[in-house]
């Protein structure tokens, strides 16, 4: 007896920056529109239909896309736009959704996998679009079929603003008469040598014999044969798995010297920040914790474009410390946490070409994970290193630091000492 075939919807915002700029500005509806960064070095994070009617693509050189449209408009100022619209739709879908994957900023998988039984989950993924479009003004499309890779694609077919759903049982049929670089994860290089090979169609990918594809690709190769088939086992990975990332310092004695305590921010920034690269997760919210000698507690948190680099990090820690900070009072406690993660990767960070800040903050994290965390600290992170009383979480790992990972949201006045007396600003 087979197994029951599942149920995955995939949900993706049509342009997403593109929609959300448009929403903010009706003016720019209709026309060739590029989002992205103005500099010689900036790139297309994305681009309205229109624009791609002159080859234009996403992660074109913003240089060359303007030589092929040099009428497009460039925008790219809402970035805190796209993380709240991202969030809209990922509320309401979390509210719904039995189980679900945030994929990106602006892409869900929905298992909806033993719906049947109680309504028809097509219909119910229709009346969750409509509710969505209703409450973000967006337009999206989805598609539902028996697994992610199918309804990923016949997504992107449905697009723009379309829905379509795959009966379990016709994958392989839908799937054959689609250009064999429809498939997710087939690039340029492998599509070139598939035309070399005769493979234009997924219906000949499906047709050519499983033990040539495998000498061509490899392991890769058995992988694509199972894809033309429709057959992909990959699982709805379900969001909440982490919550937050935190760190606080308990000081041997209390600190009132800012210069030392901006050291101390910098560090704690610096290190959650570390470990949030090391999940491959970005944090769409930042949250800076003081507590006083007798022991009130108070904290204040920002949402932020959804990031991992330091440099960004550190600079919203600071300007929640001093919206924070009584001055003048010492401090017995400082805390940093980091929450709202997501596996979206540099995602709202394409508006600049980020290629050479990616690769500064791997050979950094290279060195951090070959030679240990406090190998190399920003500058900005060594003012308190000569005071007696900092108890530093380094190497000799401090006592008095606690690290804390989270699976729940809890709020960032809850911390290691007891007998706190919290508030939330």
Known sequence: MSATPRTIAHFDLDAFFVSVECLLNPSLKGIPLLVGGHSERGVVAACSYEARKYGIHSAMPMKRALQLCPHATVVGNARGEYSKYSRIVTDIIAAKAPLFEKASIDEFYLDLSGMTRYFDPYQWTIELREQIMKAT???????????????????????????????????????????????????????????????????????HPAAELEHRFGKYGLDLYNKSRGIHEGEVVPYYEAKSISTENTFEENKTDVDFLMAELVRMTERVSYELRQDNKTAGCIAVKIRYPDFETTSRQTTIPYTFYDDELIAKAKELFHKLYRKGEPIRLLGVRLSELTGEAVQTNLFEDTSKKVQLYKAIDDVKNKYGKYSIVKAGGLEGDNDPGATWGGIEGGKSEQRQRTREERGPGGGSEPGGRGKEE
Not at 141 to 169: C, D, L, R, W
Not at 178 to 199: A, F
């Open 137 to 207: 003004g967006l337009p999206i499309s989805f598609a539902v079929a028996s697994n992610k890779m199918v309804a990923k694609i016949a997504t992107n077919e449905a697009k723009p603003n379309g829905y379509i759903h795959i009966p379990a049982g016709s994958e392989r049929e839908y799937l054959a008469p689609l250009p064999v670089n429809k498939i997710p994860g087939v690039g340029e290089q492998t599509y070139q040598t598939m035309l070399q090979m005769g493979i234009r169609t997924i219906r000949d990918l499906s047709e």
